[in-house]
């Protein structure tokens, strides 16, 4: 399971379904996020959901238990190099790459 699944699911667990499909969707994940620091994203999520269970929620996450993976981690860096470094038509085939890259990461995390 990748971390933007188990933390949907703990999102799911906390009573907070939005916020566990954005998870999904990749809202809060290192590699696929639109956003610079999806972690500041989630928190700012969790603390306006403003439930104990998002409270609790917030401090796993802070103390770093969905961070992510080794190999989230490459694929982000990846992602950063190639759109900082490449002309625009290398970036755009590596976004290609980076979605079957996340894809399969997804399809063999669940197993």
Request: proline fraction near 5%.
């Amino acid at each position: 399971m990748s971390t933007m699944e188990l933390l949907a699911a703990e999102l799911r667990n906390a009573g907070l379904p939005d916020l566990a499909e954005k998870a999904e969707a990749g809202a809060y994940s290192v590699t696929i996020s639109p956003h610079a620091l999806p972690e500041l994203e989630l928190a700012k999520d969790l603390e306006a959901a403003h439930t104990p269970a998002a409270d609790a929620l917030a401090w796993r996450c802070i103390s770093g238990e969905f961070g992510p993976t080794d190999t989230e981690l490459d694929i982000a860096a990846e992602r950063i190099l190639m759109a900082r470094f490449q002309p625009r038509e290398i970036a755009v085939k590596a976004k290609e790459k980076e979605s079957e890259v996340a894809a399969r990461l997804r399809i063999g995390l669940r197993s």
